[in-house]
């Protein structure tokens, strides 16, 4: 479908604002209902299930907000399925993550999400801390 790579970028985008955010309402939302889901983030082990994956967010933002940025999304299409993979900015250093979606009722929904440690190191400025997330 044209413009699906558009619309796999403003999902990513929009799982960036809810992680920015700590936003367990919209992070919820943007997650599979249908297609199974796992997420694996850095240093954790492997989350499956919705209830499990939600439950991890909600953990991590019971702690101080993060701090993060989206890096140089690129999207891949494979029909009903996209994954994008980027560079998430944080003080404590880079990550590369993959973000998995699939097609659910005419939206990309999250299926599953993986960071973990990179050496890239992208040559930006960082942004101040009120900045909106890329």
């Known amino acids: 479908m044209a413009g699906d790579d558009e619309a796999a970028l403003a999902a990513n985008r929009a799982f960036y604002e809810a992680f920015a955010g700590a936003d367990i309402e919209a992070m919820d ?12 983030h850095p240093g954790w082990g492997l989350l499956a299930g919705r209830d499990e994956v939600i439950d991890s967010w909600r953990r991590i933002f019971s702690n101080a907000p993060p701090d993060i940025i989206c890096h140089g999304a690129r999207a891949f299409l494979l ?16 990550l ?12 990309w929904r999250m299926a599953h999400h993986q960071a973990g440690p990179t050496s890239e190191r992208p040559n930006i400025v960082a942004p101040p801390a009120d900045a909106p997330v890329h």
């Open 29 to 40: 939302a943007l997650w599979a209902r249908r297609a199974d889901v796992a997420c694996i």
């Open 79 to 94: 029909g009903d399925a996209a994954y994008v993979v980027c560079l998430e900015i944080m003080p404590e250093g880079v």
């Open 96 to 107: 590369i993550a993959t973000n998995l979606f699939v097609r659910e009722d005419r939206r």
